[in-house]
């Protein structure tokens, strides 16, 4: 809940006497992939008039967005509200690639992506056929392999690379600045936004700072739901997923083919992506959790040990290149997925709330959406309105009765 804070209160902006409004502040609240796109875009579309700040609790990318797979897909939300904004965003990857040279920067790269299916305790029958197969994919399939997506249709990006180059280029080149701090408090006084109270760490002595805003942007992924005006309209919960990343010994064997897998195991099918990236490595995730407790910070996110081990002995089944004599273990790390109770994001203009807005609820594909959502948000603070993508279906409305939905 938004209480009184017990500093001195900030004025809201005013016109000067020639008409003109002075330099709009914006600031947004969290540094993951939604807040630093949101962000970035915001500073590009302001220019010199316009001052943002990000504040992020512990480090950019720490949460999601540094954990994640980063696989991009321009069609596999077609026929769902997704679509749009899907393909809207998979375009902006491609946009910001070349503006960054991002295949250099962050790993960006298109990629041909299979369907396989694999069981751990069968062995391959000799004899059978790896037509479609890539020569490092050297574990006991059944079937045949399914091209889901080619290099025209699907990418990838390394999540955490992408999300700190763009901010390094937001702040170098547009002045954005970056606060390391917790977000306590979201002052609002007669409907208007007035600032934002963050505390700092020990470093700083603990001391709140507040942060004065014409508008503020709530992208805290799973956080979200800490501020009583959003929890009073929706709820944001996690679904925890586990990834382990991996380094082949010769890592140019591994080629740019993402796999989604159904893998078999004691009579349980699994769900689990393999996504051999540019840097060298080899991100492997899964093993979701639905139940898990959200924690107060992305930095008390633990992995179950069991699930990474599943991991381990998933990778070796599908190449010998992955098995643990023959690669080594980078990362062992879990994440939560930020969802909400109707499965779609939320992004709009808090009602009743004039100069708040939200984006959070991205579920699995926050890496690919994130460029759209952000830019959109840009166009909402900065012009009242998305010209980008058409965020009726995401609006925080949606959640009031009269509107849709209870």
């Known amino acids: 809940m938004e209480m009184a804070r017990p500093l001195p209160a900030a004025t809201p902006s005013t016109f000067t006497g020639d008409g003109t409004r002075p330099p709009k502040k914006v600031v947004v609240c969290g540094g993951g992939v939604v807040g630093v796109c949101a962000a970035y875009f915001l500073a590009q579309k302001g220019g010199p008039t316009t001052s943002i700040t990000v504040i992020e609790k512990s480090s950019v990318a720490c949460a999601a967005s540094g954990k994640a ?227 107060d910070g992305a930095e008390q996110v633990e992995p179950k040990g069991e699930s990474i081990e599943m991991l381990k002995r998933i990778g070796e089944t599908v190449s010998s290149r992955l098995s643990v004599g023959s690669a080594t273990v980078e990362a062992e790390q879990a994440c939560f997925l930020p969802c909400t109770t109707d499965g779609q994001p939320v992004i709009g203009q808090v009602p009743n709330v004039k100069g708040l807005y939200v984006a959070t609820g991205h579920s699995c594909w926050g890496i690919l959406n994130g460029p759209a959502t952000g830019a959109a948000v840009a166009e909402l603070v900065l012009d009242g309105q998305s010209a980008i993508v058409d965020l009726k279906p995401f609006s925080p409305l949606r959640f009031l009765r009269g509107h849709g939905r209870p």
């Open 69 to 295: 797979g980063g696989f991009l897909a321009l069609d596999w939300c077609d026929g769902s509200p997704l679509s749009q904004l899907a393909r809207t965003s998979f375009q902006l990857h491609r946009d910001l690639a070349r503006e960054l040279d991002g295949h250099i920067n962050y790993g960006y790269r298109p990629v041909d992506t299979l369907s396989l299916s694999l069981q751990e305790q069968s062995k391959l029958k000799s004899g059978s056929s790896r037509v479609g197969l890539p020569p490092w994919v050297d574990g006991p399939f059944s079937g045949v392999p399914k091209t889901i997506g080619t290099t025209e249709t699907t990418a990838q990006v390394h999540p955490q690379l992408f999300t700190r180059t763009l901010l390094s280029k937001a702040v170098e080149d547009h002045g954005v600045q970056l606060v390391i701090g917790a977000v306590e408090n979201v002052e609002i006084q007669d409907g208007q936004v007035l600032s934002v109270l963050v505390k700092k760490g020990a470093a700083e002595g603990g001391s709140p700072t507040i942060i004065d805003a014409d508008a503020v942007v709530l992208a805290l992924g799973p956080w979200s739901g800490k501020f009583g005006v959003l929890s009073s309209l929706f709820r944001v919960h996690g679904i925890k997923a586990h990834s382990i990343v991996l380094r082949p010994e010769k890592p140019e064997e591994i080629t740019p083919h993402a796999l989604s897998l159904s893998y078999t195991t004691n009579g349980k099918c699994l769900d689990l992506e393999v996504y051999p990236r540019p840097t060298g490595e080899v991100y492997i995730c899964g093993m979701l959790e639905d139940d898990a407790p959200v924690p």
